[in-house]
T-cell receptor
Framework: KAGVTQTPRYLIKTRGQQVTLSCSPI?????VSWYQQTPGQGLQFLFE???????NKGNFPGRFSGRQFSNSRSEMNVSTLELGDSALYLC????????????FGPGTRLTVL | TQLLEQSPQFLSIQEGENLTVYCNSS?????LQWYRQEPGEGPVLLVT?????EVKKLKRLTFQFGDARKDSSLHITAAQPGDTGLYLC??????????FGKGTKLTVNP
C-alpha cells in the first residue's frame, strides 16, 4: 500500500509570493490533515478536510487555506508569504477521524527569503 | 488551550543506557499517542494509550499513561543508535484535533 506523498519536497519562495502544496493520502483514507512544523513552535495543526469539506481548523491567519478533491487528494495554499512561514509542512491521512491512526507524508520544506 | 509539555527538550546518551522522556499537561486527554520522527521524514506512530494507568511495551520501549490521563512517559531500555530521532507526544482533547508537544530530540551515540 503506497504511503502519503507530498509534492514538492522542497520549495524556495520570496516574501509576498504565494505557494501551493499537494498531498496524496493513502488509498481509502478520507481524512487529510495539514500541520506546520517549526523548531520554535513544534507541530501545529492547520486544518483537516474530510469528504471535500473543511471539518476543523487551527489558529492560523486566513492566508492559509486548503481544499480537498473528490479523490481525497488535498492542496494547501499560502498567500502573501512572510519570512515566518518558513517551515516543514506535513500532511497526514487517516481513515475517518483525525484521532484514528494518522500516517504522515515526508513533508514539504518551504523556505521564504 | 490544551498544551503538552515534553521534557527534556534534548537528550544525548551513549548506546546501552536507559532513558525516560515525559509528556505532561494540566488537561485531561482521552488518549495519547507517541510518534518518532527521523530527519527528512514525517512522524511515525509508535503507540496509542487510552486508559489511565495503562502500560504498553513495544520491544525495548515502554509507554505509560498517567492515572489521571494528563501525562505520559516513554522509557527506552538499552538505547541503540537506531533509536535516534525526535519523539513527539500528541493528545486527543476531544475536539477532533490532535495537540502535539514540541518533542524530545534524542541522540544515541555509538
Amino acid at each position: 500500500k503506497a504511503g502519503v506523498t507530498q509534492t514538492p519536497r522542497y520549495l524556495i519562495k520570496t516574501r509576498g509570493q504565494q505557494v501551493t502544496l499537494s498531498c496524496s493520502p493513502i488509498s481509502g483514507h478520507r481524512s487529510v490533515s495539514w500541520y506546520q512544523q517549526t523548531p520554535g513552535q513544534g507541530l501545529q495543526f492547520l486544518f483537516e478536510y474530510f469528504s471535500e469539506t473543511q471539518r476543523n481548523k487551527g489558529n492560523f491567519p486566513g492566508r492559509f487555506s486548503g481544499r480537498q478533491f473528490s479523490n481525497s487528494r488535498s492542496e494547501m495554499n499560502v498567500s502573501t508569504l512572510e519570512l515566518g512561514d518558513s517551515a516543514l509542512y506535513l500532511c497526514a491521512s487517516s481513515r475517518d477521524r483525525v484521532t484514528d491512526t494518522q500516517y504522515f507524508g515526508p513533508g514539504t520544506r518551504l523556505t521564504v527569503l | 488551550t490544551q498544551l503538552l509539555e515534553q521534557s527534556p527538550q534534548f537528550l544525548s546518551i551513549q548506546e546501552g543506557e536507559n532513558l525516560t522522556v515525559y509528556c505532561n499537561s494540566s488537561s485531561v486527554f482521552s488518549s495519547l499517542q507517541w510518534y518518532r520522527q527521523e530527519p527528512g521524514e514525517g512522524p511515525v506512530l509508535l503507540v496509542t494509550v487510552v486508559t489511565g494507568g495503562e502500560v504498553k511495551k513495544l520491544k525495548r520501549l515502554t509507554f505509560q499513561f498517567g492515572d489521571a490521563r494528563k501525562d505520559s512517559s516513554l522509557h527506552i531500555t538499552a538505547a541503540q543508535p537506531g533509536d535516534t530521532g525526535l519523539y513527539l507526544c500528541a493528545g486527543d482533547g476531544g475536539s477532533e484535533k490532535l495537540v502535539f508537544g514540541k518533542g524530545t530530540k534524542l541522540t544515541v551515540n555509538p
